[in-house]
């Protein structure tokens, strides 16, 4: 098993004391021979407070289909109202311009629009934690290849070592066999 400090200086050039937080974190890891990965998408839901839960169903719900066809609906259904009830009784709850209407809407807007902002700033910071989790698998998979290669590397030289001693010998065994060969003692 390696050490950190061995990792570090062998693998990364560098020393141990001059990695950032998350590069000794993969130096120990790798060390250890421990897994890096984890779920990060539920840790940061099990740590989520009602509020960011409540801005990321406005964000999803506010981003659908199903929003602007319900918008559109509710928007037709007040103008077709107002619109029938102007024909049929002379008056209406909302006149045209439909004041009421844009009332309600300046309202949404100025409601939803923060809370859409609030859970962008939150899918910002998922984003921020998984791209840094990825860094961190990755050097660590980078780290694990290079291990590997050094392993193949004193495999094959291993293995040269023991094809010339074994190639010494055949040709030991082979001047005894051959006329003129000197015996070996």
Known sequence: MHEPREIASRLMGVSFEAL????????????????????????????????????????????????????????LL???????????????????????????????AAIQAPVILMSQNRQSEKDRIHAEHDYEVNLKAELDIMLLHEKMDLLREKQWEELLDLQKEQLKLLAQMTPGGTPSP
């Open 20 to 75: 950032d937080e998350r590069a000794k974190k993969v130096a120990k890891h790798v060390a250890g021979r421990k897994h890096i990965v984890r779920n990060i998408s539920d840790e940061l839901e099990s740590g989520s407070t009602f509020g960011q839960r409540a801005a990321d169903a406005v964000a999803t719900f506010g981003g659908s289909w199903t929003f602007v066809g319900l918008f559109a609906a509710i928007m």
């Open 78 to 108: 007040w103008v077709g109202l107002n619109a029938f009830l102007l024909m049929s009784r002379g008056k209406t709850f909302d006149p045209y311009p439909f004041i009421l209407l844009n009332l309600f809407l300046s309202m949404l």
